[in-house]
């Protein structure tokens, strides 16, 4: 599916090429030693799920301010292109126009820090974890426990590629078309270490699985070995811009 700098949909147009792909699209490694494995089919199947909870539960629309205050994770790039699917803009929670969102998405649904004006999506982070398994607050919605019985598909309207995609608190922003544009060279399977923060993560992400190719996200701190990196095949270590 062509990427449209107009008007499209964007994260569909990187999903759907691999939607039937079996091959390893993201896997994580966590210090306890978990070792989830999501191929091309099953990751596009976590993102509808995600997309189908904030549509149906949290009324997203185009250009609605999101907080994605979680750590770079599998589920955290789930969720950033499950909101990108509505054309919504992520923030992080340092961002000038967080106290403006509409939705937080955090690992600490009391967070002080959050708006009493903005409604909450908590996610922990466990693979195996069926609820979130602490104490919610009052108005806080448990992703663990419902993100599940939603839809297997996802169909995304057309937004405009003028849309903010994503903003930083370093200032830096990109567009739907900016962040979906980039063609660069495949690489392979790609060892990324999960100490940037996701909103930083995610651009590069996105360019890369545009690619063709596959990402191995190691927990921050988490030592990789060569058996590890014999295991996965590992042919580029990315390294953040300075």
Known sequence: MPFNSATGTFAEGLLAPRRSDATPWLTWYSQSGERIELSGKVF???VAKSANLLGESFDLEQESLIVLDLPSHWKSLVLGLAVLHHGATLLDADDDQAANATLWITQDPNDQRIPGSSEILAVNP???ALSFGADLGPVAEDY??????????F???AVSGETTALRNSAGNALSLAELFAPEVNALGTILVRADIPVL???PYAVAQWKSGDSIVLVEAQMEVSDRLRQGEKISHDYVPAV
């Open 155 to 157: 169909y995304p309207s």
């Open 44 to 46: 596009d199947n976590w």
């Open 126 to 128: 466990a693979a195996m």
């Open 144 to 153: 663990n426990a419902n993100v599940r019985t939603y839809g297997d598909q």
């Open 200 to 202: 930083q993560l995610l």
